[in-house]
Structure formats: C-alpha cells, structure tokens
Nanobody
Framework: VQLQASGGGSVQVGGSLKLSCAASGLAFDAYTIGWFRQAPGKEREGVSCISSTIRSTKYADSGKGRFTISRDNAKNMVSLQMNSLKPEDTAVYYC???????????????????WGKGTQVTVSS
C-alpha cells in the first residue's frame, strides 16, 4: 500500500493550495481517507476526513469554511483544497487511510492503518 501526498509549497497569507493524495495497493473505494498535519514542536492533528462513499466528510474547526476535501474513487485520489491560508496552517501535511466500516467519516489518528509521506505547506505573512 502506498499513499503519496503532493501539492505542498510556500504561499503568502490568504493564498491557496490544493493537496493531493494518490493511493495504490488497496481497494481505495473501501477506505476512509484523512488529512493530518504536524507543525514543528506540535502534536499531529486531524485536518479533514472523507468516507469511502464520499457521502460523509469531517473538518477540524481550524479548517471549516476554508478547506474542502474531495475524492475521485476512479482515480484513487483524494484532494484537499485549502483557501485563505494562515501562518498557523504551516505544517507537514499527511494523508492516511483506514478501512471504512461505517460509511461515516471518522479518522482517529491511532486507527489509521496506512500513512503516506508528508508534503510541506508554508504560509508566510
């Protein structure tokens, strides 16, 4: 199983980035996918989560109204559109997968079975 996050970069405050997570080696349409981030000196935190069927999504308060998660099961891809970026969004962003038993977006970090390498997002003022 491989998950590869991409799309990170350096932007100014108020800018946008679209992160992508490409998956292989798993029945993608049976897995919930989550985005997480970890800033230097801080614990990893959940950002957003999308169920296998796309019917259920979840966002951390920090990203509500600014971030949009989506997925294309035909392409084994999940995206995270991030708008109105703030300096506090600076972090390494990771995508992770967990088998979807319930159809409800739920991404407890300790339950995620597969993790990809991260992509750096830097927001400067």
């Amino acid at each position: 199983v491989q998950l590869q996050a991409s799309g990170g970069g350096s932007v100014q405050v108020g800018g946008s980035l679209k992160l992508s997570c490409a998956a292989s080696g798993l029945a993608f349409d049976a897995y919930t996918i989550g985005w997480f981030r970890q800033a230097p000196g801080k614990e990893r935190e959940g950002v957003s989560c999308i169920s296998s069927t796309i019917r259920s999504t979840k966002y951390a308060d920090s990203g509500k109204g600014r971030f949009t998660i989506s997925r294309d099961n035909a392409k084994n891809m999940v995206s995270l559109q991030m708008n109105s970026l703030k300096p506090e969004d600076t972090a390494v962003y990771y995508c992770a997968a967990v088998f979807d038993y319930s159809g409800v977006a739920s991404c407890p970090p300790n339950a995620m079975g597969y993790w990809g390498k991260g992509t750096q997002v830097t927001v400067s003022s």
